[in-house]
């Protein structure tokens, strides 16, 4: 597994054996004890019967009494290790920044971790980080230049009707493919747009719309707020259902550039795919095909300057967590507390600690493990997994209802499954 999530890759570990901490960082950062392992029968309602609601009768009593941190729209148990994670990380990020010496990584760390905490620093510079972005979706003077912005969002800040990706391609392992689905969003799904149980969210959206605008200073923000609405709305009718998408046949759909441009008429496929630095493919797997050609009719026909302030928008939303407190506070307003009922922001120590995990995890790891996950206990898992696998194979040999050729398959199968604990 990646150290680019050490929080997944080690929090486990960390959480069955005993860490083994420099003192510097073991301050009560100890790995919690599991305790007795079984079924926690107080966790139980008895009174509700099991035929009728079997959540309730096998958690309702734990649900009862769960206390949800007020920086958290959720928790159990996996929260937990996270939060045992997070604060290690914390611990490695501090001493990383109080280093008088670092290593090239170590200095990586310690300019993100220390830039993001400077909050004067960040209140500062207001909207101006942005503001290059803002000027050439300004300077927008064509549908093609909307592209082309769209493309160029793919690699970071910005938003798109189109989304675009490199994966395995589904069809054949040895290979990649270049992905194309439906996008365009800024609300979680297409029902919040649809459905009337969402009225207040979308009420809250618009509001939110506006309010972002203002703070990136675009002209007529209310007006912008209602053509935007209006525009995404025209999206989520045209966009595949969850369900929908969740069909691997039917999201698997290749093609050519120039068949491409025939059944989806009206967006520019050149200009897109040259600017999110993907101008060489000579095949994409489009995803939601029934749902491009009206998108890109959408396209099409909305207003330049609607597309515009779309395109400031979404913008504005995504670089809002970076961006001076006023930013970064109306996000949360509405992302955290209206989308998803989170009564507190996060510390900012945290949400420092997430970046640079997210964007340099591996060397954010390599300090982890160095700090709380000796070989030792790499080692005494690896032979745990071992085991496993020894137990399985014995299973495979002897169980009566696999025929000789499935069995050989899954030997086979089991012969390939590659250990990766913790790192490399």
């Known amino acids: 597994m990646s150290l680019s999530h050490p929080r997944l890759a080690l929090g486990a570990a960390a959480l069955v054996l005993s860490a083994l901490a420099p003192p510097a960082l073991a301050a009560d950062l100890s790995a919690p004890r599991m305790g007795t392992w079984g079924f926690d029968m107080s966790g139980r309602d008895p009174a509700t019967p099991a035929g009728g609601d079997f959540f309730a009768h096998a958690n309702g009593a734990y649900v009862d009494r769960l206390v949800i941190p007020a920086d958290r729209s959720s928790f159990g148990a996996f929260d937990g290790l996270r939060e045992l994670s997070v604060d290690r990380m914390h611990a490695v990020l501090e001493a990383a ?9 170590r200095q990586r760390l310690a300019t993100l971790y220390r830039n993001f905490m400077d909050e004067q620093a960040v209140t500062a510079l207001g909207a101006g980080p942005i503001q290059p972005a803002l000027a050439e979706i300004r300077a927008a003077g064509s549908r093609r230049d909307i592209a082309r912005l ?3 969002a793919a690699g970071g800040f910005g938003g798109s009707i189109f989304s675009v990706f490199v994966a395995d391609d589904a069809r054949n392992p040895q ?20 459905e009337p149980r969402f009225e207040r969210q979308r009420t809250e959206y618009r509001a939110y719309v506006e309010r972002m605008l203002g703070l990136a200073g675009w002209p007529d923000a209310a007006r912008s707020a209602d053509a935007i609405l209006a525009f995404e709305t025209r999206i989520a009718q045209a966009s595949w259902t969850s369900a929908q998408r969740r069909d691997r046949d039917r999201t698997y759909n290749a093609t050519d550039l120039a068949g491409l441009s025939r059944s989806a008429a009206g967006f520019p496929w050149a200009d897109y795919l040259q600017a999110a630095g993907l101008g060489g493919a000579k095949r994409v797997v489009v995803r939601e095909q029934g749902a491009f050609p009206e998108l890109a009719k959408i396209f099409a026909e909305t207003p330049l300057s609607t597309l515009k302030a779309y395109m400031a928008l979404s913008l504005t939303d995504k670089a809002a967590p970076y961006l001076a407190p006023a930013f970064d506070q109306a996000n949360f307003e509405f992302r955290g507390k209206v989308l998803t ?17 997210d964007q340099l995890g591996e060397a954010l790891g390599r300090d982890y493990v160095a700090a709380y996950f000796p070989p ?11 085991d496993i696998k020894t137990a399985m194979r014995g299973r495979i040999e002897t169980v009566s209802w696999m025929g000789p050729e499935t069995r050989a398959k899954a030997l086979e199968k089991l012969s390939k499954f590659s250990v990766m604990i913790g790192y490399p």
């Open 97 to 105: 920044a109080a280093d008088p010496a670092p290593s090239p990584d």
């Open 150 to 152: 769209m493309g160029k």
């Open 175 to 194: 290979a990649y493919a270049v992905y194309l689905g439906q996008s365009g969003l800024n609300l979680p799904d297409r029902d919040y747009y649809l």
């Open 341 to 357: 009922g989170q009564p507190q922001q996060q510390p900012r120590w945290k949400r420092a600690v997430t970046l640079v995990d």
């Open 376 to 386: 030792e206990s790499k080692a005494l898992m690896e032979g745990l997994v071992a």
